[in-house]
């Protein structure tokens, strides 16, 4: 299938584009502000399916909406038709459209034009009034708070909040293209003469705000958002999409003594803590049991020897354990516990505990698992 996208160049187009060739549909005709006029003319006679995302969100003059937004649709539905191409297509409008303003004007124009279009030529149209789109590649400092917020916490930026509570009705990129695609393929959702994106996120500004922030203060707690909440997921995704390309990384902080190091790599308040233990050959760490608080071991690199005891037995219970062969093993409450290096190298070792470590609950009692 030939398809033709104009605005390729832009937010939608980009993710659009990228998804459709994951997909296999390779044959992408892209049309952009730049792209030689001749080529429209070609690209209209042989597509078979038109998504139109191309448009004007801040123009110099307020005329420049009609003549983007409306304009343009115009040419294109009549290039199609002196092609005789009846091919679907699939516009995006706004939610904007229903307002008394230059841009909502021009989009509700463009949705007129290619409605009529549609009674006129049998040809299939899909149109999408979109409420705002966040996502990766969308310009900051334009026209969405989302993006201006990501991009200006990450770099350091004061942001603006005129009225925290503002409530805004979001989509995800991602979820935008799924819909697209599943148009492309006769899957649309659609309501009377308008097609939706059926996961809407209904979010205050402040929130957003505050969420934004939380994600650039992570860091430095080694904490992970609420990944249970599909928002907060997409919106960390989104976030980290704007990081500065010299700020990917970030240290951590090393606990090193004469045996190794400890270090915490990860914590969260409902899903336990993650670090990295690495041992220097001979040493033993550990020997010491918890009443709650348990934990699973894995080897990545050495040897190593795990050994237990239940604290009211005699008997241990070992675990010979390699970097060659990776296997998890469950430290349980009520067992002390220890970690050998016995091999002539580091021994790197995963962490997990089912809870953070608190030093004002530790809920850790020295007490050698071999007397």
Same mark, same amino acid.
């Given at each position: 299938?030939?398809?033709?996208?104009?605005?390729?160049?832009?937010?939608?187009?980009?993710?659009?584009?990228?998804?459709?060739?994951?997909?296999?549909?390779?044959?992408?005709?892209?049309?952009?502000?730049?792209?030689?006029?001749?080529?429209?003319?070609?690209?209209?006679?042989?597509?078979?399916?038109?998504?139109?995302?191309?448009?004007?969100?801040? $123009?110099?003059?307020?005329?420049? &909406?009609?003549?983007?937004? &409306?304009? &343009?649709?115009?040419?294109? =539905?009549?290039?199609?038709?002196?092609?005789?191409?009846?091919?679907?297509?699939?516009?995006?409008? /706004?939610? !904007?459209?229903?307002?008394?303003?230059?841009?909502?004007?021009?989009?509700?124009?463009?949705?007129?034009?290619? =409605?009529?279009?549609?009674?006129?030529?049998?040809?299939?149209?899909?149109?999408?009034?979109?409420?705002?789109?966040?996502?990766?590649?969308?310009?900051?400092?334009? *026209?969405?708070?989302?993006?201006?917020?990501?991009?200006?916490?990450?770099?350091?930026?004061?942001? !603006?909040?005129?009225?925290?509570?503002?409530?805004?009705?979001?989509?995800?990129?991602?979820?935008?293209?799924?819909?697209?695609?599943?148009?492309?393929?006769?899957?649309?959702?659609?309501? *009377? @003469?308008?097609?939706?994106?059926?996961? %809407? +996120?209904?979010? /205050?500004?402040?929130?957003?705000?505050?969420?934004? @922030?939380?994600?650039?203060?992570?860091?430095?707690?080694?904490?992970? $958002? *609420?990944?249970?909440?599909? &928002?907060?997921?997409?919106?960390?995704?989104?976030?980290? /999409?704007?990081?500065?390309?010299?700020?990917?990384?970030?240290?951590?902080?090393?606990?090193?003594?004469?045996?190794?190091?400890?270090?915490?790599?990860?914590?969260?308040?409902?899903?336990? !803590?993650? /670090?990295?233990?690495?041992?220097?050959?001979?040493?033993?760490?550990?020997? +010491?049991? +918890?009443?709650?608080?348990?934990?699973?071991?894995? %080897?990545?690199?050495?040897?190593?020897?795990? @050994?237990?005891?239940?604290?009211?037995?005699?008997?241990?219970?070992?675990? +010979?354990?390699?970097?060659?062969? =990776?296997?998890?093993?469950?430290?349980?409450?009520?067992?002390?516990?220890?970690?050998?290096?016995?091999?002539?190298?580091?021994?790197?070792?995963?962490?997990?505990?089912?809870?953070?470590?608190? $030093?004002?609950?530790?809920?850790?009692?020295?007490?050698?698992?071999?007397?």
């Amino acid at each position: 299938m030939k398809i033709l996208v104009t605005g390729a160049k832009g937010f939608i187009g980009k993710n659009l584009i990228a998804e459709l060739r994951n997909r296999k549909y390779d044959d992408i005709l892209e049309i952009d502000i730049d792209t030689d006029a001749s080529l429209l003319n070609e690209y209209v006679k042989e597509c078979e399916f038109v998504f139109h995302l191309a448009g004007i969100n801040r $123009p110099k003059s307020d005329e420049d &909406f009609m003549k983007g937004n &409306f304009g &343009f649709t115009t040419e294109l =539905l009549n290039k199609l038709k002196e092609s005789d191409n009846k091919s679907p297509i699939l516009i995006t409008s /706004s939610i !904007q459209a229903e307002l008394d303003n230059p841009y909502g004007k021009s989009k509700k124009a463009g949705e007129e034009v290619i =409605l009529t279009y549609e009674k006129e030529t049998g040809s299939r149209a899909l149109v999408y009034r979109l409420p705002n789109v966040f996502g990766k590649w969308c310009r900051p400092n334009y *026209n969405s708070a989302v993006a201006t917020f990501c991009h200006n916490i990450a770099n350091d930026l004061e942001i !603006q909040v005129n009225d925290p509570t503002v409530i805004m009705n979001l989509v995800y990129i991602d979820d935008v293209i799924d819909e697209f695609i599943n148009a492309l393929e006769g899957r649309e959702n659609k309501l *009377n @003469q308008y097609c939706f994106v059926p996961v %809407v +996120h209904t979010v /205050s500004l402040g929130n957003i705000a505050e969420l934004i @922030q939380s994600f650039k203060e992570s860091r430095m707690r080694l904490s992970i $958002p *609420n990944m249970n909440n599909e &928002f907060e997921k997409k919106l960390y995704s989104t976030y980290l /999409s704007y990081l500065p390309k010299d700020k990917f990384s970030y240290p951590l902080k090393m606990n090193v003594d004469e045996r190794g190091s400890f270090t915490e790599f990860i914590r969260t308040s409902d899903r336990g !803590q993650v /670090s990295v233990n690495i041992s220097k050959p001979g040493i033993t760490k550990g020997n +010491h049991w +918890h009443h709650t608080k348990n934990e699973k071991f894995l %080897v990545v690199k050495g040897k190593g020897l795990i @050994q237990f005891r239940e604290i009211h037995s005699k008997e241990v219970i070992s675990y +010979h354990v390699t970097g060659d062969k =990776l296997e998890v093993v469950d430290i349980p409450t009520g067992y002390t516990h220890n970690i050998i290096n016995e091999g002539d190298t580091e021994l790197v070792t995963i962490m997990w505990a089912n809870e953070a470590f608190n $030093p004002e609950k530790p809920d850790t009692y020295f007490l050698k698992v071999v007397e």
